[in-house]
């Protein structure tokens, strides 16, 4: 019996590992879909991975989580320089209004796991049924 139980556990675990990393593959896709784009970079960027327990979704430009988090207002310190026509300008700050998240990578997992998460709860409550009635 605690063989079966063992085989069980582990069998059950690389399932649900599997199914995550297929849901985390389709996550990829979508957010792909709705990355924001000016210059295609932090599309570009976009990497799907499978870990030994999951998987994960990463964008490598360094301005992805202000993209992903968004940025909340803030003041920007602006260096001193000569603009084309000669004319130096003097270092200054100035007002940066906030800029509200995208979530673009946020909204793909939570899309691509509720309908996992449900599928995975009825089929979970089905097997605890006939154990019971057994």
Known sequence: ME??????KTN?????????????KDAFDRSQGVVPVE???LKKSGKESELPNGAR?????EYASFVERGVPAHYEQVESYYRKSGVFVKAFSRSMPAQ???????????????RFS???????????KSVVQK
Request: hydrophobic share 40%; net charge positive.
């Open 3 to 8: 063989f079966m139980n063992n085989t069980f």
């Open 100 to 114: 509200p998240p995208k979530e673009y990578i946020k909204k793909s997992i939570k899309a691509s796991f509720e």
């Open 57 to 61: 979704i990463f964008y490598g430009m």
């Open 39 to 41: 210059t295609g970079k």
């Open 118 to 128: 449900s599928a995975f709860n009825s089929s979970l409550s089905g097997k605890f």
């Open 12 to 24: 059950t675990r690389e399932a649900l590992i599997k199914a995550i990393q297929e849901k985390v």
